[in-house]
């Protein structure tokens, strides 16, 4: 028997490609697993310090220009957005100004910004994706400008004839609307750092004062300022924050009316007015400050002009963004107006009696933009603020003796000789009966 020369063939191990594909997938799977884990490492610790937030987009979509800067940026959210270029230079001759101010150093604001970096992005809710030397640059040039211009529009600096903000072509009227948006906003901690290096005047003021100063001016809602003091007495964010803090209620105007409510519906001007309500404007320190008693509802005075749709949407975006329920007064004030306007009839009801000084002119266009507000404002039932007034409201007004009552004194005593025709009509009909009773009584006689 001769042997075989060839080479005996490998046996091919049958578990060999399934044991190449468990490792592919094992593979894949480590793969994943550390570049999932690697993402989560990378995530920055979430700040309390945030307050500064992109409008919700129920919000926006109603109004998208009430929320977006027309002229200037202020801070990284709109920082380069088309339309607000011309203003770059301005802003870097602000900072020039307040740079050569005594006591000011480059090196010095620029450290103070790099040391509160990470507390400056943390106020911010979306991630600012600026290096770190883009981002403290936006900050120093936004935050001199603010300072300087805060300066000037207190009148504590006689502006140059060159300043083509406050001379030629007069751009401060339609910069004071942007420095009020929600997304237009600097952390009012590095606008005081920033001031307190220079060295100005004893007879100039804080910029807590300049703020406030600032904010009184340029917005027509009352703000008070009693027993507020400075800044450091209570925390104040920004702009939009101060705005609102300026017209908080009371605590004890808190305990007096905010409560849960099963129906978040009262009637609107016009039919309460139907029902015999009456309207008075109320002499209040705060905006929210309604009361309903004995058949009088008393409204604080609202001054309607160009600028109150986009202070008060930007408030209200701040609130449902940062607050919680029992503390979103702008939102509630807002649902409640939504209810009480419907027409421009329930408009010059609160003209009328002194509630709303309506600067736009028209009645239809104040009921229009009072509607608008209402539109994706999200309140609580449990943590209504006007729920005493609400139960009250409807209380009176579902008694029928309430509006019988207001019925007959609209149609026949809404004037003095209304009221004495009808007197003189029931004494005609009196003297008429008595007149018909004493005939019947002499026919009778005979």
């Given at each position: 028997m001769g042997g075989s020369n060839e080479a005996p063939h490998d046996i091919e191990n049958p578990c060999t490609p399934l044991l190449t594909s468990m490792s592919k997938e094992l593979h894949g799977l480590l793969s994943l697993s550390a570049s999932i884990s690697q993402e989560l490492d990378d995530l920055l610790p979430l700040s309390n310090s945030c307050c500064i937030y992109r409008v919700p987009e129920e919000l926006r979509r109603v109004n998208e220009k009430a929320y977006t800067p027309q002229v200037v940026s202020i801070g990284p959210l709109h920082h380069g957005r088309e339309g607000l270029e011309d203003m770059e230079e301005h802003k870097k001759r602000y900072l020039q100004y307040f740079l050569d101010r005594p006591g000011v150093s480059l090196e010095v604001c620029v450290k103070k910004i790099k040391d509160k970096e990470v507390e400056?992005?943390?106020?911010?809710?979306?991630?600012?994706?600026?290096?770190?030397?883009?981002?403290?640059?936006?900050?120093?040039?936004?935050?001199?400008?603010?300072?300087?211009?805060?300066?000037?529009?207190?009148?504590?600096?006689?502006?140059?004839?060159?300043?083509?903000?406050?001379?030629?072509?007069?751009?401060?009227?339609?910069?004071?609307?942007?420095?009020?948006?929600?997304?237009?906003?600097?952390?009012?901690?590095?606008?005081e750092d920033l001031f307190a290096t220079a060295e100005v005047p004893a007879t100039v003021p804080s910029v807590f004062d300049l703020s406030y100063t600032y904010c009184k001016v340029s917005t027509s809602l009352y703000v008070k300022r009693d027993g507020l003091g400075s800044s450091s007495s209570f925390k104040v964010e920004h702009f939009v924050d101060l705005v609102r803090t300026l017209n908080l209620p009371t605590d004890q105007e808190e305990n007096e009316n905010r409560g849960s409510v099963e129906s978040l519906a009262v009637p609107s001007m016009t039919k309460l007015h139907q029902a015999g309500v009456k309207f008075k404007a109320r002499s209040s320190k705060n905006l929210f400050d309604?009361?309903?008693?004995?058949?009088?509802?008393?409204?604080?005075?609202?001054?309607?002009?160009?600028?109150?749709?986009?202070?008060?949407?930007?408030?209200v975006a701040f609130e449902q963004c940062h607050c919680t329920p029992n503390t979103r007064y702008f939102n509630d004030y807002i649902f409640l107006m939504d209810y009480l306007v419907n027409t421009p009839n329930d408009v010059e009801l609160l003209v009328k009696n002194g509630i709303v000084e309506n600067m736009l002119g028209d009645n239809n266009e104040v009921s229009t933009l009072i509607n608008s507000l209402g539109k994706g404002v999200l309140v609580f039932r449990d943590e209504f603020y006007y729920a005493t007034l609400m139960k009250d409201l409807n209380k009176y007004y579902e008694k029928p003796w309430n509006k019988w009552k207001a019925d007959l004194k609209q149609k026949y005593f809404y004037s003095p000789w209304t009221t004495i025709s009808v007197f003189a009509a029931t004494l005609i009909i009196m003297l008429t009966f008595i007149q018909t009773v004493c005939s019947f009584s002499q026919c009778a006689q005979r």
């Open positions: 400056l992005r943390g106020c911010y809710a979306h991630t600012i994706g600026l290096c770190s030397d883009e981002f403290v640059r936006i900050i120093l040039v936004d935050a001199a400008f603010i300072i300087e211009l805060l300066l000037r529009y207190g009148g504590y600096i006689v502006h140059d004839s060159n300043d083509r903000i406050f001379n030629k072509p007069w751009l401060i009227n339609i910069i004071c609307p942007d420095m009020l948006l929600l997304e237009n906003q600097l952390p009012f901690f590095i606008l309604m009361c309903f008693q004995e058949g009088i509802l008393e409204i604080p005075n609202l001054n309607i002009s160009d600028s109150t749709e986009l202070v008060l949407r930007n408030l």
